[in-house]
């Protein structure tokens, strides 16, 4: 279990000390992404401490006192531009450093670099921590999360990335739009890699428990059609608008609460496989327990012969990128 910091109690509740546990979240990377993430969480009321660290200290100072002038409107927490000494006291370290995607560039065409500065960075961290659970963000997102797992030494269940939740969110959104519900009411997900291999798990894609292939809205094409959007979604905002961080900050945002409070929360995050589904030693998305101590389980559902085939191949795209970087 993760290390609880007390603070101290006071004789009777006050406005001075709220908080009996501090909880403390450093984001690594202040770009899009990472400020955002850190607005997001910090809006929620996600953390009681919100630690920035990037190589650019004038920007990320700049980050954290625009982020600071708005605790006026939000439930009170601590925010400062760090470095890593911070980690030392980190429940959750997010990271989100790295070369963004360009248009037209995919995201394995980001592997070699990104791989680099993850490395440099695992070894800063680990240097103060090894209670701190990793979340990674940076793209090629499953590589990067088996690059950061090898480097760092940690346990398995210890270094995950936010892998095809965001994607899942996507896919969800786009399905409810067809059947007319609220997004939120779509059970649906996707699995394998972030990215052109992911794989959309319609076998267990239901309405209240019920498989929305028994509704009259189901329709194969428009199915189809829903997957090709969510896989492209990320491309297609990055040509109109330069890059993708509302959605990912959220999802971070939820996935970080999920740990601190030990919600016991299913994402499909990415993860070392040990055998699930006879894969090993690659990092994909599955549906995964999380709490305090990061993963608890990883659920290996029943999937048809085609959705198994599509995940194998998934896992054959990333282990071959893997094996050009490492």
Known sequence: MLI???????????????LIETTRVVVIGTGLVGSTAAFTMMTQGVASEI?????NKNKCEGEAMDLEHGLSFVRQSRIWAGDY?????????????????????????LASVNAKIIGEIIEQVRHYTDKAVILMVTNPLDVMTYVALKKSGLPNYQVFGTGTTLDSSRFRYLLAQKFGVAPDSMAAYLIGEHGDSEVPVLSHANLMGE?????K???PALMEEAYQHTKNAAAEIICKKGATYYAIALAVSRIVRAILYDENHIFPLSSLLTGQYGLEDVCL???TVIGRSGI?????IKLNDEE???LRQSAKTISETIKSVL
């Open 4 to 18: 609880k910091k007390l603070l101290p109690k006071a004789d009777k509740p006050s406005l001075a000390a709220p």
């Open 308 to 310: 198994l085939s599509k």
């Open 217 to 219: 809205e189901f329709d």
């Open 211 to 215: 498989n929305i292939a028994s509704f």
């Open 296 to 300: 608890k389980k990883v659920l290996e």
């Open 51 to 55: 630690v920035l660290i990037d190589v």
């Open 85 to 109: 000494s911070d980690c030392k006291e980190a429940d959750v370290v997010v990271i989100t450093a790295g070369l963004g995607q360009k248009p037209g560039q995919t995201r394995l065409e």
């Open 285 to 287: 998305s599955l549906p």
